[in-house]
């Protein structure tokens, strides 16, 4: 358990440089420098992030745990399963940069909730950001953690929330110890005009979110649910104008207050129909990576049929929502020398996809011992036991592999 908690702390720290989380990373990082020199404001911040962050990990955890003692074969990463979660996210990643982009600010009523602001919302602020940091950073496994969520998920519920917690002190650990130590942050640059610059700069990064939040769902669930988000996205888009308007007080009066009421009534005309829309429509086809392999689909049968029979077996546990997994596929798999290492050895690829909920996978990952994506599993020919890659591939890990399991061919 200790070493599982220890690779959970680890592996939260680095999940902080993986690429899934750079887009929040930006709203992290205009909070250290919104006040270098306000040492109590600095830690009061990173108070609410480590909260933000930890709640919201303990509520995942809680549902995942849930889940799978009802008979759901889940696992780290289950809500992107749910293109209605991928749906919402996207819209606020959209909400996210359109803020950074000066098109309308956090009400200062929501800031004043609960009677805990600082610095005129400040804490709110930095616990939403937590919160939504660890949401965001589920489409990525570092590396440690995969082992360590594995182990969580088949332990007692206490131990498995304490491998969790352990991981979100770790997500957290980063940013908190510099806002607790003002020390640290004494290399922060000097507030000044250029930060108006920089955060209409880092609304870009959201856009991009958005942007990659759109293709998935558009795997998931096919060109209606694409049409319908991309509709509701400037309808949103619309309402968010309207509503910086209003905060601006541009009009007076009851035109003022009209304007947040057209604006609420936007918003719930996107919203209340778009669960429906995005739910009766299907997944696009074809949606794995063109490549000159031939790939087979995963399944449990297929590996019976096929494992011991004299060719190696590769198998990508994949989804389109993963991250770490389409840098793989790009860096990796389909480059030119795995290509021809497949064909030399006779390896037959397969691809189990878990872009929607999908129980034998997420069986099949439990039974390796990992709880998150990616995972690359390699059969030797001879039906011996197969061997687990490293979740970050290179070629030469792959081919190295390939060599092994299937005998290398001159």
């Known amino acids: 358990m200790l ?7 680890i592996g939260g720290i680095i999940l902080n440089f993986m690429p899934c989380v750079f887009p929040v990373i930006s709203l992290k990082l205009l909070g250290l420098l919104r006040q270098p020199h306000n040492s109590a404001s600095a830690r009061s911040e990173g108070l609410a992030f480590l909260l933000g962050t930890v709640v919201t990990m303990m509520v995942l955890a809680g549902i995942l745990l849930a889940a799978r003692a009802g008979g759901a074969a889940v696992g780290w990463g289950f809500q992107l399963q749910s293109p209605l979660v991928i749906a919402a996210l996207a819209l606020i990643m959209l909400l996210a940069a359109l803020n950074l982009a000066g098109l309308f600010e956090v009400g200062l009523a929501v800031q004043r909730a609960g009677e805990i602001s600082v610095g005129k919302g400040a804490f709110m602020r930095a616990a939403l950001t937590g919160a939504l940091s660890i949401i965001v950073a589920t489409p990525c496994a570092a590396p440690f953690m995969a082992g360590a969520i594995g182990y969580a998920l088949v332990q007692p519920p206490a131990v498995a929330m304490a491998i969790f917690f352990t991981l979100a002190l770790g997500f957290a650990a980063p940013f908190t110890l510099v806002t607790l130590f003002p020390a640290l942050a004494k290399w922060l640059p000097r507030p000044g005009a250029w930060m108006n610059t920089l955060k209409h700069g880092l609304a870009f990064p959201m856009f991009g979110a958005f942007a990659w939040l759109v293709w998935v769902l558009a795997q998931q669930a096919g060109t209606t ?14 309402a968010a104008w309207l509503y910086g308007m209003a905060q601006r007080r541009r009009f007076g009066g ?3 207050h009209a304007l947040f009421s057209v604006t609420a009534a936007l918003v719930l005309a996107v919203i209340i129909p778009l669960p429906e829309l995005i739910n009766s429509s299907a997944p696009l086809a074809g949606s794995q990576s063109d490549s000159s392999v031939t790939r087979m689909t995963w399944s449990p049968q297929n590996i019976a049929d096929n494992r011991g029979h004299g060719k190696p077996i590769f198998v990508d546990f994949t989804a389109s ?3 770490t997994c389409q840098v793989n596929e790009k860096t990796s798999l389909s480059t030119a020398a795995v ?5 030399r050895t006779g390896t037959l690829y397969m691809v189990a996809d878990s872009t929607k909920f999908n129980a034998d996978i997420d069986d099949a990952m439990n039974g390796f011992g990992q ?4 995972l690359y599993v ?12 490293p979740q970050v591939l290179t070629p030469s890990i792959v081919i190295n592999a390939l060599n092994e399991a299937g005998g290398k061919k001159t």
Do not use: N, R
Request: with cysteine; proline share 6%.
């Open 3 to 9: 070493t599982a908690m220890l690779a959970a702390f």
């Open 225 to 238: 649910a694409l049409a319908a988000i991309m509709a509701a996205a400037v309808v949103i888009s619309f």
């Open 254 to 256: 009851g035109q003022h």
């Open 321 to 323: 929502w993963c991250i």
């Open 339 to 343: 290509k021809q290492a497949l064909a």
């Open 371 to 374: 709880g998150s994506l990616p």
């Open 378 to 389: 390699v059969y030797p020919a001879d039906g011996s036991e197969p061997k687990i890659l």
